[in-house]
């Protein structure tokens, strides 16, 4: 049992640049969950899915874009990253609604120049 | 929303000290887990603790959901206990968890 596994660990992207992360989970959860973590702060959440085929809004959504076409996988993509953008983004799941407890994957740590 | 404040920011202790940390929320929740983020970033799962009392080692978990406020009980701390330690909540009909900014925890032999 992996857990919640993440891809990449690192990347360096020029502004302008696109990529996707890719963010798995072997425990039949539901619900996944994509976050940023800034420096000094706690986590933000980005985009959530409470099931295969849906997406939704989460505190900070603006130039992300998410699909979960699988119901173990959920992809976070950058269109167009801009240096705001730097920072660790980190992958959820949980089983239960409303919300159950989330299992974390062991982080991206993205820099845009 | 929810907001979640933890306290203190940050906590400075010896090796074999006990220490509190705590936090509360604006409103009231029906989930709220503890983490342990370690020096090198992953988030480990503490305590998934709504309500009432959970111990696991030397680190123990309050939540009295009441009075919109759960503890975190570290005893006989240890340098491996180091890192930041966050508290996350979600409210009734709601799919997401709102985070604190985190207690930094720092223990030295």
């Known amino acids: 049992n992996a857990g919640v596994t993440q891809t990449p660990k690192f990347r360096v992207l020029k502004t302008g640049q696109s990529m996707t992360l890719l963010c798995a989970q072997d425990m039949n959860h539901e619900y996944m969950y994509w976050y940023r973590q800034d420096p000094g702060m706690g986590l933000r959440l980005i985009h959530y899915s409470v099931g295969e085929g849906t997406t939704a809004k989460g505190e900070v959504p603006d130039g992300y874009n998410v699909s979960r076409l699988k119901k173990q996988n959920f992809l976070l993509g950058l269109e167009s990253a801009a240096p705001s953008q730097t920072s660790v983004y980190f992958c959820?799941?949980?089983?239960?609604?409303?919300?159950?407890?989330?299992?974390f994957g062991p982080g991206t740590r993205l820099t845009v120049t | 929303g929810i907001q979640v404040e933890q306290s203190p920011p940050d906590l400075i202790l010896q090796e074999g000290a006990n220490s509190t940390l705590r936090c509360n929320f604006s409103d009231s929740v029906n989930n709220l887990q503890w983490f342990h983020q370690n020096p090198w970033g992953q988030l480990i799962n503490l305590f998934y603790i709504p309500s009432g009392t959970k111990q696991n080692g030397r680190l123990s978990a309050t939540t009295v959901a009441t009075e919109r406020y759960s503890l975190l009980y570290i005893s006989s701390s240890q340098t491996t206990d180091s890192g930041v330690y966050f508290c996350a909540g979600g409210s009734y009909n709601t799919d997401k968890l709102i985070f604190g900014t985190g207690t930094r925890l720092q223990v030295f032999p």
């Open positions: 959820a799941s949980s089983y239960l609604a409303d919300p159950g407890e989330q299992y």
